[in-house]
């Protein structure tokens, strides 16, 4: 059984992910525990993203001094989603903080697929959050139409003209600016949690720039990745030296413990969004700018 396991001051204060890497259709479990005499309140801890479920089953300990939460983390599509670190406040107004752990979520194996296919056919992600109890009591019924349905699909496609289906490819900058929108809409800064929202952003602006240069370098430290992007000679002087001077200054927030302000935070956020808006392709800045000359002669 994978698992993480975090350990704080104060006696025996710990987090415990289980499972940190899964697919998409299992869950993981959470467990936040104090057994410290010192410290005796609970860990305190929030999910972050809407994109995953979370049901808590407290456990109170037997002991006045201690207490055990549970987590249920249930994610309805793939990714990296970031656990925030727990928080343990004493009555004298200390903090006792844990780490941050990494929840991979990935897609599943052809062989899973399979194993899925067997007990219930394939459940979509999207479907899966709010219509899965209703989706097995249908499964029996829904068999019966298979078959059915496959020849209706194929007749429809070799003797039947009908309009084609464009699915919409959402392209790399145009997914950049909506991971920054929905950061921004998380207002990390204002409650003090400038780790998670220095981890995202940098997130944001590496899968940005693997996306739209197609560098494939998901594990490379932030030195080795800013060489690999002048080996590649895809950004300018000055946008180099932006690069690395901005994944500098997240990475003495999120490994040396240095504190930003306000500013530096939202200086770093607006960083990313003209860097991205810089380096879309020449097409789509022309677009853009035909679309700003476009509103300004429709104002006059």
């Not at 219930?120 to 097995?136: D, L, M, Q």
């Amino acid at each position: 059984m994978d698992i993480c396991v975090c350990a704080v001051g104060a006696g025996n204060i710990s987090v415990e992910l289980y499972h940190p890497q899964i697919p998409w259709f299992r869950s993981s479990e959470y467990v936040l525990r104090n057994d410290s005499a010192e410290v005796k309140n609970c860990p305190e801890w929030k999910n972050l993203y809407a994109d995953m479920e979370t049901i808590e089953r407290p456990i109170m300990g037997v002991k006045e001094e201690g207490c055990i939460k549970k987590f249920l983390l249930d994610p309805i599509k793939a990714g990296k989603y970031l656990i925030p670190p727990a928080v343990v406040k004493e009555e004298e107004g200390k903090e006792w903080k844990t780490s941050s752990f990494i929840l991979d979520v990935r897609d599943p194996t052809e062989k899973e697929k399979e194993e899925i296919q067997n007990i219930a056919g394939i459940i979509e992600p999207e479907v899966r959050r709010s219509y899965t109890n209703f989706i097995i009591a249908s499964i029996v019924v829904a068999a019966v139409f298979v078959s059915i349905v496959g020849l209706f699909y194929l007749l429809k496609k070799y003797f039947v003209k009908g309009k084609t289906i464009v699915e919409k490819v959402e392209l790399p900058w145009e997914k950049a600016f909506r991971r920054l929108r929905e950061l921004k809409s998380k207002d990390l800064p204002s409650q003090g949690l400038y780790e998670p929202y220095y981890v995202q952003l940098t997130w944001i602006l590496r899968y940005y720039i693997e996306d739209r240069f197609d560098i494939h370098a998901p594990e490379q430290t932030t030195q080795e990745f800013v060489d690999t992007t002048m080996k590649k000679k895809i950004l300018t002087d000055e946008q180099q030296k932006l690069l690395y001077s901005f994944l500098s200054h997240c990475d003495k927030v999120k490994f040396a413990q240095f504190v930003p302000t306000i500013e530096q935070m939202d200086a770093g956020y607006n960083l990313v969004c003209n860097f991205v808006e810089e380096t879309q392709s020449k097409e789509q800045i022309q677009k853009n700018r035909e679309e700003v000359k476009q509103q300004e002669y429709s104002v006059q």
